[in-house]
């Protein structure tokens, strides 16, 4: 086993160091390497094939919901970025610009979507004519690009790969219903194949997006008690409409502006499932996203038969759609073990001769490592069944972890004594809906508003931070 | 009908201007539409349905021959371009620059990726270091940028999207099968699920891709004659790899170069999919790749009972894998069946009281308006066997039409005879292998090699332009 403690000896534990952890974790299980390229991530094929997952299904939940994908450039031109006056002031400053094609300086330089609002939008002012066109509901699967000064994988880099959906409405209700059925496809795939809880909620008018009327977002605690924003939905009103004169003939043959609305989820996800599920020994992967589900070692595999019945074991999981496959490599068993547990791999199977004896095989869940016995005619149901319990088990644990990590709190000492006492994670407190107390509480604790929760609870009439009259209670806390 | 009669009267006919119908057709059949960005096009929802299922075919393809999918940075520094010298020298004029990040200069400008050698490259001498490490067949879904002067929807465009494969191997045998099986892979995919015939072979010196030792090619021929590069492999030898330092250690434990492939196809052969089958109706879609497959057109669907039926053979075809729809709008029968054709849709089942009546359907197959009574109790089998005749007849047309255009000539005169009395297309000639001839064919008959074909055909012993030994045929022509 001397190559299993070597292997696991690279990881910094959780516990002492949450952020080396994490950027040992993206490159010891393979998801990511560093280029020449400053701010830039090279996707290795298993961290690709996990975002490949996350495609799939929320590509199959948003066509299921209407949803066409369409393409349009990387690049847009200056002028056409400068049509909407607070979008511009938010952007801006963090894109790429393009200005010379060749040796040839460009007329009008042209930046690399941060962001695809303007480039929808002029795109819907020339095939929105009447009501019989809308609604519009695409979406895009791209890269995108924002000049952050400090990056880190997956969390913050320069260049992303994201979806961008962009919708155009007859009414303001109808736009409104479609930010809020977006964030709830978030926050469904989110729980049920991420296995990551989240908070529905609104963000203050401080944090919305540039140019948005309101911005909803879904957020995560992740294991160390920071908050992660895993997915945002944007109202526009007629904002966009108006500054790009995106018009359509009503029934009552009345031109009338379109109302806008768009969502997106990125490759942070990946951030939010290491950080959610990953611990000392690698990742831990929601099943239905895992590259692999079900890896089957066989234990003496020079033995006769060994391969053999691994092979067939693993055809009979592929014929039920498990993702599966056979470690038959020259590495020791401890070795493939130790391996498995850092990519995560859901279920371990082992099979050797003593197995094939008694008729049995031996499965090992990766979050607990607990094994269960399972007789070959009951192969098919047992993985199923794993499967589906160690989704809800490390569900159920990234749950409690919020749980135990929310706290209530009625005073800004209050906030002060949970933080230092139970660790970082999630402050509920009332709040007068004043940008200076939003700033205050920052200041004076360290937690910024993540988001206003649609489920509402009332703490106390009182804001935390002036006293005055409460609004609303917010989700606070320290985010990535 | 006044509103089919409208509908069709807007595309120009093929015969009368084979590029404005081109630009008709993928206007009207809403494949694409221009944006502010000069030289960018957008692809519209049914543009971009269609390039899905190319993507999804090909990338199970690649999958079953053992490639991975990664992501690369989309940005390459100039010193990263610039260390394969014929490399740098055939991409740096066409790439765009993007010299700020926000309101900063950067240090160093970087170019949008035209292709990503480089990048695989430096990631490639990080990641291979044993022979353990071979081969690595990487690939990449991505969009890339060309700055081209003059540009056309799918054919030529600043901006495109593609595939590109990069594979390291230990030795320069693997990387040549490499080539040559992706090639093939290429073209069977372009025969089977695009019917387009293709003929397989290696480019001439001149025509090599930048850094390459060898590039194969797969080259259609357009309807309207002219050639249609729809594919090419290249064989790199260890040229990149002694230029970017890609060792490994050998089993006798010797550092040795890798030998390394690049192969790619692109939303070109969205181009060349409507210039094989296309017709003066509009697109003609090989069913593998058509958005949708069958379309089911309600006659007098107000009737009772008609779009009632209408649904339950949408959901015996879906059931089947199908991809098939109802047109339950307002839209008159006559103006659904032109729009069924602009779209290219294979085949239209028609279905009224009179035919729920006789317990029937009718099928129209798009490519020569056959029309099928078939029994309803057949409709699966019947649809099954349609799509696959289609498939089979819009191949064999486009087959006769590169035979009836294919000109063995053994003179300059009869090529320029060939092609003035038969009209443009593929040219057979010898050829001595030097480049004067090359050029020298090309000023005097207008045509280019395309390729010399791995079927090689002795036509004559000396060379068509020089009178010198012939070294081999190649098919010439003009090219898109």
């Known amino acids: 086993m001397a190559e299993n403690k070597k292997f696991v000896e690279e990881i910094t534990p959780r516990d002492v160091d949450f952020a080396k952890w994490y950027t040992d974790i993206v490159k010891k299980a393979d998801l990511i390497d ?54 511009v002031a938010g952007f801006a400053p963090e894109v790429a610009w393009v200005t010379h094609g060749g040796s040839e300086l460009l007329q009008e330089r042209l930046c690399v979507r941060p962001t695809s609002e303007t480039l929808f939008c002029e795109h819907y002012a020339q095939i929105i004519h009447s009501h019989r066109d809308l609604p519009k509901l695409y979406n895009q699967w791209c890269s995108v690009v924002r000049w952050e000064k400090t990056t880190r994988p997956f ?27 977006m964030l709830s496809i978030y926050a469904d795939f989110c729980c049920e194949d991420l296995n990551m809880p989240v908070i529905k909620g609104r963000k203050t008018e401080s944090d919305k997006f540039a140019g948005a009327v309101a911005t909803y977002a879904i957020e995560a605690l992740m294991h160390d008690g920071k908050a992660l924003q895993a997915g945002t939905s944007h109202y526009f009103g007629d904002g966009f409409a108006r ?34 599920h990953g611990d000392d ?89 607990e094994k269960v016995i399972v007789p070959l005619d009951k192969l098919e149901n047992e993985a199923v069944s794993l499967l589906k319990t160690l989704g809800n088990a490390i569900y159920q644990k990234a749950l409690d972890n919020l749980s135990r990590h929310t706290y209530n709190c009625v005073s800004l000492d209050e906030i002060n004594t949970s933080l230092t006492e139970k660790g970082d994670g999630f402050v509920r407190a009332m709040w007068c809906g004043n940008e200076e107390c939003e700033t205050a509480i920052k200041e004076k604790t360290g937690v910024g508003s993540r988001c206003i929760p649609f489920e509402q609870i009332n703490l106390s009439d009182k804001c935390i931070c002036c006293g005055g009259k409460a609004e609303t209670m917010v989700y606070w806390g320290k985010a990535y």
Chains 1, 2 share one sequence.
């Open 34 to 87: 560093y280029s020449s390229v400053k701010g830039c991530m090279i996707i290795r094929p298993y961290g690709y094939a996990i975002w490949e997952n996350i495609q799939r299904i929320l590509d199959k939940r948003f066509k299921n919901s209407g949803h066409e994908n369409v393409y349009m450039p990387m690049f847009i031109p200056e002028s056409l970025l400068n049509k909407e006056k607070k979008h």
């Open 243 to 276: 500054a790009f004169d995106i018009t359509y003939t009503s029934k009552e043959n009345k031109m009338e502006y379109v109302f806008q609305t768009s969502w997106g989820v990125s490759t942070r996800l990946m951030g939010g499932i290491i950080m959610s």
């Open 155 to 181: 969390l913050r880099s320069r260049e992303f790969l994201w979806q961008e959906g962009h919708t155009a409405h007859a009414t303001a209700e109808e736009a409104i219903l479609e930010t809020e059925r």
């Open 281 to 369: 020994s690698g990742l831990v992967l929601p099943p239905a996203i895992a590259p692999v589900q079900v890896m089957i070692i066989p234990v003496a595999q020079h033995k006769e038969g060994v391969l053999d019945m691994a092979g067939q074991l693993c055809k009979r999981l592929q014929d039920l759609g498990i993702r599966t496959k056979v470690d038959d490599s020259d590495n020791s068993a401890g070795w493939k073990f130790s391996e498995c547990e850092m990519k995560g791999i859901p279920l371990r199977l082992e099979i050797g001769p003593k197995d094939i004896e008694k008729n049995q095989c031996v499965m090992v869940r990766r979050d607990n490592r």
